[in-house]
């Protein structure tokens, strides 16, 4: 990450629910576009689709560096921002980005720290960093239904997924805080031949 101090906004851009914001390096002579995208990126369908949960983030973020809704970005042209740069994108803030492991990666186990955790209403998420990447290991209870461009919970599936975590970790998930800082065993896998994740190992069972 390189951060690059008070580079002018030059313009704005906006293409169905998302607005870029060009920032202007007038020492290198280059642009950097930061995209503020209503909607989020679904791995599955490899499209972007509605987010509400999304919108409100965009909608805090516009308040937070500018002071104006979303719609009234345009008015910040002149202004002056530090802009955060990352190899595949720039942000107006510090991101840490959820990484996956490359294929070359399948099959290896090591341990590492839960460094954070949570059920955001949609999976169970389970984050931890190695050799200084941030990584995920999921749970997903809710399903895109194409036909609404929506998330809807699956409350069988979240019943099921709701029953593995406490069996794997020995907790209920309304604990899962409790995760934080605990030592873990990751196992990369591949599934259906393309999709490479990483599973988190179940704690060993008290002897009774």
Avoid at 31 to 60: G, Q
């Amino acid at each position: 990450m390189e951060l690059l101090e008070n580079l002018e906004l030059v313009d704005v851009q906006q293409e169905d629910k998302k607005k870029t914001l060009i920032f202007l390096d007038e020492e290198r002579g280059e642009i950097r576009e930061v995209n503020f995208n209503l909607k989020s990126f679904d791995s599955d369908s490899k499209k972007f689709v509605d987010d509400p949960e999304k919108e409100k983030k965009v909608a805090e973020w516009c308040q937070e560096h500018f002071g104006l809704t979303f719609e009234q970005l345009e008015q910040a042209i002149g202004e002056r921002r530090d802009i955060y740069c990352y190899p595949t994108f720039n942000s107006l803030f510090p991101v840490k980005m959820i990484q996956k492991f490359p294929d070359d990666m399948v099959g290896q186990v090591f341990e590492v720290t839960i460094s954070h955790a949570e059920d955001d209403g949609k999976k169970i998420s389970l984050q931890f960093e190695y050799e200084d990447g941030l990584y995920e290991s999921k749970m997903q209870y809710a399903d895109y239904l194409e036909a609404r461009k929506e998330w809807h919970v699956n409350p069988i599936k979240k019943k099921k997924q709701y029953e593995k975590f406490e069996e794997k970790f020995q907790m209920p998930v309304t604990e899962i805080e409790n995760m934080v800082g605990k030592t873990v065993m990751v196992e990369v896998k591949k599934a259906y031949g393309e999709f490479v994740y990483s599973e988190i190992k179940p704690f060993k069972k008290a002897k009774k």
